[in-house]
């Protein structure tokens, strides 16, 4: 992944990149207004956004995860070119650091059908029926990473 940096970033310039990338993205979403969100861009060595990711503490939706702090991820998006170079690894790295800084036990993402294998690959778990997301109009699953898991523990510190 040589010249590109993850670093923190303001949401304007998160939401432009997702625009490009998610369509559906363009609307600002609930959990951006949040103030205690973080948004993570990945830019090239000249200054250009070519990926980003964003966070934040949320309840997961589900009560049998209820006892859980838990922490949800949003609008994951990496622009084409750069794809398959690790820099969506990157970015969900900084995700996850975020988490263990905020010291949840879960994260968790609506994913896009289409997203599942590079979530799964990260060790994350599919749960729950599929469904058909309000905002975008896409299929997604629910993904969920246990950061309490010593196999996940293990996995975070290995990438971090």
Not at 2 to 18: E, M, P
Not at 51 to 65: E, I, L, T
């Amino acid at each position: 992944m040589y010249g590109i940096t993850i670093g923190d970033s303001g949401l304007k310039q998160t939401k432009a990149l997702r625009s490009t990338v998610l369509a559906w993205q363009q609307l600002e979403i609930a959990p951006d207004r949040d103030r205690r969100a973080r948004h993570f861009v990945a830019r090239t060595d000249d200054g250009v956004t070519v990926g980003c990711a964003s966070c934040g503490p949320a309840p997961f939706p589900d009560v049998a995860f209820d006892e859980h702090s838990s922490m949800r991820f949003w609008g994951v998006a990496v622009l084409a070119p750069y794809r398959g170079r690790g820099i969506g690894q990157a970015l969900m790295r900084a995700v996850l650091a975020r988490g263990s800084e905020l010291a949840v036990d879960l994260v968790w993402a609506n994913a896009r059908k289409s997203a599942l294998s590079f979530y799964t690959d990260l060790r994350f778990e599919t749960v729950g029926d599929p469904f058909t997301d309000a905002l975008s109009g896409l299929d997604d699953r629910r993904v969920v990473l246990h950061l309490t898991d010593a196999n996940s523990r293990k996995w975070i510190h290995r990438v971090q």
